[in-house]
């Protein structure tokens, strides 16, 4: 119990520093639960969606 505990700790951790990454790239916008303080809204910027849509159409990769 203690490991799962650890790993998903470790997981939580390796998700927020991804979100660091990718708002700091201007890809994704954070903003505030206006009915929960404690929770996050995560969402893609215009140019991530931009992106996203070049790749998807480049058929450089397969959707499962």
Excluded: C, Y
Aim: no cysteine; glycine share 4%; net charge positive.
């Amino acid at each position: 119990r203690k490991q799962r505990v650890r790993q998903l700790a470790r997981s939580a951790h390796n998700g927020l520093r991804w979100l660091n990454v990718l708002e700091n790239k201007g890809l994704i916008r954070r903003s505030s639960d206006p009915f929960d303080g404690r929770r996050i809204h995560v969402s893609l910027t215009d140019e991530a969606f931009t992106k996203m849509r070049v790749l998807v159409e480049s058929r450089e990769f397969e959707v499962i």
